[in-house]
C-alpha cells in the first residue's frame, strides 16, 4: 500500500498516468497477487473448519 500512496503522490494524485508505466503495472500486478493470496487464506481457512465441523458430533442436550 504504501508503494501506490508513494506513486499516487509522486504522479500529483493523477491515477491514469500510474498505470501506463511499467512502475504503475508492477503495482497493479502486485496488488493483484495479494488479493488472490488473501483469497486462497480465507478459502483454506473456511475448509478447515469444515473440516473440523464434519468430524465433530452434534451436541445433544
Excluded at 508503494?3 to 504522479?11: E, S, V
Excluded at 508492477?26 to 497477487?33: D, G, N, P, S, Y
Amino acid at each position: 500500500m504504501t508503494g501506490i500512496y508513494n506513486a499516487m503522490r509522486n504522479t500529483a494524485h493523477r491515477g491514469a498516468p500510474l498505470f501506463s508505466v511499467l512502475y504503475g503495472q508492477m503495482l497493479t500486478l502486485k496488488l493483484a497477487f495479494v488479493t488472490l493470496a488473501v483469497g486462497a487464506l480465507a478459502m483454506v481457512a473456511v475448509l478447515m473448519l469444515a473440516a473440523v465441523l464434519g468430524h465433530t458430533s452434534p451436541l445433544s442436550s
